[in-house]
């Protein structure tokens, strides 16, 4: 029985490993490729790096770096029809007790008939009970389809955005107090949508330029409302720069990186992962591998750092759920075994046959292969 052994450390990379990931700088410089096998001089480039980076041993040899991570998967002839979800995966998903909590509290925040003090407080409160709940969960990553709170788009994204905003600093190691604007921020991150005309927020197809240009001041709207309460300012500035991008392309001040908030950029990640992946009356949903590629190639819009840290927390296929790969000519049909974080488009399966286990991140054979 052949097994592969695959660690994370964080700049110490062994002679005799293979990178089993693409090793590119903070500014998008590529370094290395993946399959590279480690030499002494390759070992030598990749601690001046000094990021993580993912390797393996193909012959199984085992390499112990101290408050490494490792992970073994075993090549088997058994079924592999009716994987279980791994644990690996730990997937964050409300229970219905919370989702019902969530209805009534985003009703009220954006309900015009309550003061802005009581939306505030509402929306506060719903803040501290995800955070509970996050913070009594051991979960790491988000697959969104576990997070439906309710059919009505601004009612469910709100609490959408606020969740995976949360989830996002958690794993970057925020604390409790930032979790807390995060979560409060992205529920209340459109509420300047209630002073934007109905006929146009509710409107079934695609907007004009002229019904896009009052769209676009819904920040404005929003910090407006906010801006008298006693909540935190991160939250308040949050809330007014959500839509402003990296490059300065966004709205409504085309702030760039260098005047934006950590939690502006956090929202704007999470803002934008679940529009796309969420069906509205003009368009329908994509995939989340859909929405992760074509985030991917937004990489000017996106604080790289948080974007890293995005990759890691979303689960594009989880384990246990069965895709296709094609290479164009040739299809085969795989059970989801595990991630390799970071890359959720790239995760490790296994043949649903034969059971033989492929990492799809470094086996030369399925490089040209794509999920369909």
Not at 56 to 85: C, H, M, N, W
Not at 143 to 172: C, F, Q
Not at 330 to 351: C, D, F
Request: charge should be negative; glycine fraction near 6%; hydrophobic fraction near 35%.
């Amino acid at each position: 029985m052949d097994k592969v052994l695959y660690y994370d450390i964080s700049s110490r990379v062994p002679v005799g490993s293979t990178l089993s990931d693409d090793i590119v700088t903070e500014d998008g410089v590529f370094l290395m490729k993946r399959g590279t096998d480690v030499s002494a001089s390759v070992a030598e480039k990749l601690k001046k790096f000094n990021k993580k980076v993912h390797f393996y041993f193909k012959d199984g040899r085992e390499y112990q770096v101290p408050g490494s991570e490792k992970s073994e998967l075993s090549q088997t002839d058994r079924s592999l029809v009716s994987i279980p979800a791994s644990d690996d995966d730990r997937i964050f998903a409300f229970d219905s007790e919370l989702k019902e909590h969530a209805r009534e509290a985003i009703q009220c925040v954006f309900s015009g008939d309550v003061s802005k003090k009581e939306s505030v407080s509402a929306a506060e409160d719903l803040a501290f009970n995800v955070e509970k709940a996050m913070k009594e969960s051991a979960d790491t990553s988000i697959n969104l389809s576990e997070l439906k709170i309710a059919d009505e788009y601004t009612y469910k994204h709100s609490v959408d955005v606020g969740t995976i905003a949360m989830l996002i600093g958690r794993n970057a190691g925020m604390d409790d107090n930032d979790l807390h604007i995060l979560s409060t921020s992205g529920i209340l991150h459109d509420i300047g949508k209630i002073d934007v005309p109905p006929e146009i927020l509710n409107k079934p197809a695609k907007l004009t330029d002229e019904e896009f240009a009052i769209m676009k001041k819904h920040p404005v709207y929003g910090y407006e409302r906010i801006k008298s309460t006693k909540i935190d300012e991160d939250i308040k500035l949050a809330v007014l720069m959500h839509h402003e991008n990296q490059d300065g392309s966004g709205y409504p001040l085309h702030f760039d990186a260098t005047k934006l908030n950590i939690y502006a950029e956090i929202l704007t990640v999470s803002d934008v992962y679940d529009a796309l992946a969420t069906k509205r009356p003009y368009k329908a949903a994509k995939r989340q591998n859909e929405v992760i590629e074509m985030m991917m190639g937004m990489y000017n819009k996106f604080n790289p750092d948080v974007m890293r840290v995005f990759l890691d927390s979303v689960v594009a296929y989880p384990s246990g759920s069965e895709i296709t790969m094609s290479n164009g000519k040739t299809e085969k049909k795989m059970i989801v075994l595990s991630q390799n974080k970071g890359y959720p488009l790239r995760p490790i399966v296994a043949e649903k046959t034969s059971g033989r286990v492929i990492n799809l991140m470094s086996d030369p054979e399925y490089l040209s292969y794509i999920i369909i």
